[in-house]
T-cell receptor, first 114, second 111 residues
Framework: DSGVTQTPKHLITATGQRVTLRCSPR?????VYWYQQSLDQGLQFLIQ???????AKGNILERFSAQQFPDLHSELNLSSLELGDSALYFC?????????????FGSGTQLSVL | GNSVTQMEGPVTLSEEAFLTINCTYT??????LFWYVQYPGEGLQLLLK?????DKGSNKGFEATYRKETTSFHLEKGSVQVSDSAVYFC??????????FGKGTRLSVIA
């Protein structure tokens, strides 16, 4: 158990809909990361937060947004969903977000857009 | 930008065989290098890391050496077990850039 909790584990929805994925980092970790894993693209970095502030942005679509709340949990919002958004979404956390740090990953949310 | 290229799988080996999974990288500056492993139905977990040139990371019989001259970080294990069956990801992290992953190599070890 990594200590990172993601909910829900599975999500099935239709095109055009909006969903929210939730992540609770390990106790004491200030930095949260979101990754998208698909068969064709592999693991793609989406966005990183540190103590409530956005720190780095990757290949995140404009239809997607995220935030980190004062209690350090994070939510990833995906809107106007398309079939191609079907993927496994991982959240990870680390203490400070520095380059040498180990990331702790949750078990992921499997999103299926039908 | 930063990128990682690792050998495509799947790789199938018999128990006790020698394993090598190749990984090369492109990066500016002095990145840190990692191998992560993903077991079925689970998230990724760190296997080993190296933070500077010529460092060797090791864990659970796996090793990888940070080679700046060849921009490589190949993963090796002398004798694989069935329990090593998983997907292995090479990754790098730069000063202001979070982890960038390779596409992953699926390893299957048969008894």
């Amino acid at each position: 158990d990594s200590g990172v909790t993601q909910t829900p584990k599975h999500l099935i929805t239709a095109t055009g809909q909006r969903v929210t994925l939730r992540c609770s980092p390990r106790s004491g970790d200030l930095s949260v990361y979101w990754y998208q894993q698909s068969l064709d693209q592999g693991l793609q970095f989406l966005i990183q937060y540190y103590n409530g502030e956005e720190r780095a942005k990757g290949n995140i679509l404009e239809r997607f947004s995220a935030q980190q709340f004062p209690d350090l949990h994070s939510e990833l919002n995906l809107s106007s969903l398309e079939l191609g958004d079907s993927a496994l979404y991982f959240c990870a956390s680390s203490v400070e977000g520095s380059k040498n740090e180990k990331l702790f990953f949750g078990s992921g949310t499997q999103l299926s857009v039908l | 930008g930063n990128s990682v290229t690792q050998m495509e799988g799947p790789v199938t080996l018999s128990e006790e065989a020698f394993l090598t999974i190749n990984c090369t990288y492109t990066a500016t500056g002095y990145p840190s290098l990692f191998w992560y492993v993903q077991y079925p139905g689970e998230g990724l977990q760190l296997l080993l890391k190296a933070t500077k040139a010529d460092d060797k990371g090791s864990n659970k019989g796996f090793e990888a050496t940070y080679r700046k001259e060849t921009t490589s970080f190949h993963l090796e294990k002398g004798s694989v077990q069935v329990s090593d069956s998983a997907v292995y990801f090479c990754a790098l992290s730069g000063r202001n850039t979070p982890l960038v992953f390779g596409k992953g190599t699926r390893l299957s070890v048969i008894a």
